[in-house]
């Protein structure tokens, strides 16, 4: 279902983008390490009593502010941060977007599908790429955590729960490629493509946080992808989420089926 | 045997029609003119051909296969140039050339290399800085490396220096020589002339001429000047004769139809020179190219 030449190519073509992300992101974790050691723990007791900021954290990590009492419980925020969530969305999009739609946007895709590869091992290839390449980045969160936790000497915190979480953070990411991914099947322009992601992935991000604020939300929490990811709660119960995780993985299946059908029987226009 | 057999080819993009269902015949070992004037639907339908569209209407197979159910056999065997030739700007020509012998199972390098001699084109340089001739050339190495069977080639002389045109024509013949087939589409009738065996004219997405260039030769337009021994006054002209001056005992007259009558009749007068033009097919295409009542207009297609 893939095509070697095209996986290949399409990894050394964003490897620079995938290390430069996956450098900021394990960075990023490991300053983040620091930060929260760096505040005295009265002092953020004080914060976190404030409603405003309990809300906040509550719509980011998916659960009560004071179940951040564990070691590890500070750390769920890095797993759920706004600027991991741009980076790996950013990483993702362009790919997938960069890959499919940009394919035909530039006319290169007349190139790519005259050459004996179907265009089921195109869009193979091409998710394979974005999944050997994301994954990877959604456990630098976990690995920036780990190298953290070993150069700040934090004491308690249970690796292995938070390994759990990262592999929500995947199935969320395995959502989202199988959303790029069909997004991207059906456009001609590059732009647009991200543009449509981008708007789905804004409405999950809104809808999820505001239901923390809003509870009359409540009811349409399901459409947000956000809502099947809780890194506190998977903190709190030490427990696989499986049922989160398997809705994220099968809406992403289907996401990404529905791409390839449209992609394998598309036109591709001159350019 | 026919290596491209189409029936009732059709597509439209929503109200536009870009192909009114044309039914072709490619033979093999042929060099194939694909003719007609912007927004024809010569582009819509190569891009058929090699499975980049999906028709509207009507079927195509191609060496055997049927599209678009196999269309991606076909590409194994095929080799195409679309008419404005877009690569990857970040990879140099080496890396393109690399990445189409590895999608096609590899083996095409020494073809690469006698193709990089004959169009002497730099493979270590970035295609972002590539002119638009080395861009077609690069294109046209990509379209040749693998040796296809078929060659489905839109415009390719587009950009290219006078110089590289003649290898390019010397490698499309040597193609057709060793029993490969060529289809490629032009504006430029000096080069379908000095190349095509078989020319297919194609106007608001109808085929509407499907001839050799023997044929086409034919029925073009020779200009015929001659010097009479007497009067042009009494000259009788014959069915195919159109006179277009006449002074004193000299005549000017366009011709169509075949040689043989037009000898037979200047053999009947009395002649003191006569010199007889080669057949004059840019009158025939510019009439075909142009406007007529009862002919489908362009429907807009793409070129």
């Known amino acids: ?271 | 045997m026919s290596v491209i057999e189409a029936r009732g080819l059709a597509k439209r993009y929503g109200p536009i029609r870009a192909l009114a269902g044309i039914d072709l015949a490619v033979p093999e070992s042929a060099i194939f003119g694909f003719l007609g004037p912007n927004g024809a639907g010569k582009t819509t339908a190569m891009r058929i051909l090699v499975g980049l569209l999906r028709p509207s209407a009507g079927s195509a197979v191609v060496l055997g296969m049927k599209l678009p159910s196999r269309s991606t056999e076909i590409c194994r065997q095929v080799g195409y140039l679309p008419g404005d030739v877009k690569l990857y700007p970040w990879m140099t020509g080496r890396r393109l050339l690399a990445f189409c012998d590895a999608a096609r199972g590899g083996g095409s390098w020494p073809e690469i290399a006698r193709l990089q001699e004959r169009f002497d084109l730099d493979l270590d340089r970035k295609v972002r800085d590539y002119s638009r001739g080395m861009k077609q050339k690069l294109g046209l190495m990509a379209a040749l490396a693998h040796r296809p069977r078929l060659l489905i080639l839109d415009e390719p002389t587009t950009a290219l220096d006078p110089l590289v045109q003649q290898t390019l024509y010397d490698e499309l013949r040597a193609v057709a020589a060793e029993g490969r087939t060529v289809l490629f589409s032009s504006h430029t009738l000096s080069e379908v002339e000095l190349l095509c065996d078989h020319v297919v004219i194609i106007r608001g997405g109808r085929i509407i001429e499907d001839s050799t260039i023997e044929a086409l030769r034919s029925r073009a337009v020779r200009k015929v000047s001659l010097r009479l021994r007497r009067s042009a006054a009494a000259l009788t002209l014959p069915e195919g004769a159109h006179s277009q001056s006449s002074l004193d005992g000299a005549v000017t007259l366009s011709w169509t139809g075949p040689i043989d009558r037009l000898v037979a009749w200047l053999r009947s007068i009395e002649l003191e020179d006569v010199t007889i033009g080669p057949p004059d097919l840019e009158d025939l295409f510019a009439a075909y190219y142009r406007e007529e009542p009862g002919l489908p207009a362009s429907q807009g297609a793409e070129t």
Not at chain 1, 53 to 74: H, K, N, Q, W, Y
Not at chain 1, 95 to 114: I, K, N
Not at chain 1, 149 to 161: C, E, H, K, N, P
Not at chain 1, 241 to 268: C, K, Q, Y
Request: aromatic fraction near 12%; charge should be positive.
């Open chain 1, 1 to 271: 279902m893939i095509s070697a030449a095209l996986l290949r190519r399409t990894l050394r073509d964003y490897l620079a983008l995938w290390l430069g992300a996956a450098l900021f992101v394990g960075a990023f974790v490991v300053l983040f390490n620091f930060a929260i050691n760096a505040i005295p723990r009265q002092q953020s007791a004080e914060w976190l009593e404030l409603p405003i900021v309990r809300r906040f954290i509550t719509a980011l990590v998916g659960a009560d502010v004071l179940e951040l009492s564990r070691p590890e419980g500070m750390l769920s925020i890095a797993f759920s941060h706004p600027l991991v969530w741009v980076l790996l969305i950013a990483f993702n999009f362009t790919l997938a977007s960069g890959a499919l739609a940009g394919e035909v946007d530039r006319g290169t895709m007349d190139l790519l599908a005259a050459l004996p590869i179907s265009r089921a091992r195109i869009y193979g290839s091409i998710s394979a790429a974005l999944l050997l390449m994301g994954l990877p980045l959604c456990w630098m969160v976990w690995i920036g955590a780990r190298i953290g936790v070993a150069l700040t000497g934090a004491a308690d915190v249970r690796m292995g729960i938070l390994a759990i979480v990262a592999c929500n953070l995947c199935a969320v990411y395995v959502l989202v490629c199988g959303l790029s991914l069909a997004i991207a099947a059906y456009s001609n322009r590059r732009g647009m493509a991200v543009a449509v992601a981008f708007a789905i992935v804004f409405y999950a991000f809104v809808i999820n946080f505001l239901r923390a604020m809003w509870p009359a939300l409540e009811p349409l929490a399901w459409t947000s992808f956000l809502r099947y990811y809780a890194p506190l709660i998977v903190i709190r119960d030490g427990a696989w989420p499986w049922g989160d995780m398997a809705t994220l993985t099968v809406a992403g299946a289907i996401a990404w089926s529905a791409g390839l059908v449209v992609f394998v029987r598309r036109d591709f226009p001159a350019r």
